[in-house]
């Protein structure tokens, strides 16, 4: 087989063309994940007389400006969560002062003008769910497994996603989410242990949360 380098040069074109798939990406990103799209297919690539060279590079040379295209999109969507995040936040301060309590997610969508469902994920997809809740131990792994940004649904959706719950999952999540109790109030008004209210809550929102992808 001819050697690597040459084997780039002839398939730059290819890289290109592929490049042209993806849109706000830098065209010189894209070409460098194409290059390591050619060095993992010729690592691999066995010649066995049937299977051109060029068709079995595609995909790695796709795959690897794929890759490249979702990890940028995904630092815009950290982006975009941040700031609503600390828009979350100073709201909710100048409620609590208001209002003299812990602002609910009805009251926070109410005061910001943005659908609950919006607060509910943002909650989920920053470093912990501290801020609606007052439960700083809560890391966001123990909260939801799938962050996925493409969710258009409205506080109907997310109404019906608990009506895939149990009962006692059903009060659970609204004593957490709906009445702003910790898990260790949650847990004495419901006459269970915090560790029970715990392991309830993260099997109940992966529950409503997959309903929500689907």
Known sequence: MTDLETIIQLHEKLIYKISTKFFDVPREDLYQAG?????????????????????????????EMYELSNSL???????????????????????AQKLG?????????????????????????????VSLDGDSERPIYEVVTDT???????????????????EEEKEIIKCRYFNDLTQSETAK????????????????????????SA
């Open 148 to 166: 996925r940004d493409d969710i258009n649904t409205s506080r109907i959706d997310l109404i019906d996603s608990m009506d895939r719950l149990t």
């Open 101 to 129: 309590h812990l602002p609910s997610i009805q009251e926070l969508s109410e005061y910001l003008g943005i659908d609950e469902l919006t607060i509910y994920q943002v909650a989920m997809s920053t470093a912990s769910i």
């Open 189 to 212: 008004i419901l006459g269970l242990s915090q560790v029970k209210v715990s392991r309830t809550e993260k099997k109940s929102l992966n529950k409503m949360y997959n309903y929500l």
């Open 73 to 95: 999109r995904s630092i815009k969507l950290n982006k975009n969560i941040l700031g609503l995040y600390k828009k979350i936040e100073q709201a909710k301060y100048l409620l």
């Open 35 to 63: 290059v390591m799209g050619i060095i993992k297919a010729y690592n691999n690539f066995v010649d066995n007389g049937v299977t051109k060279f060029t068709t079995y590079a595609y995909n790695y040379i796709f795959g």
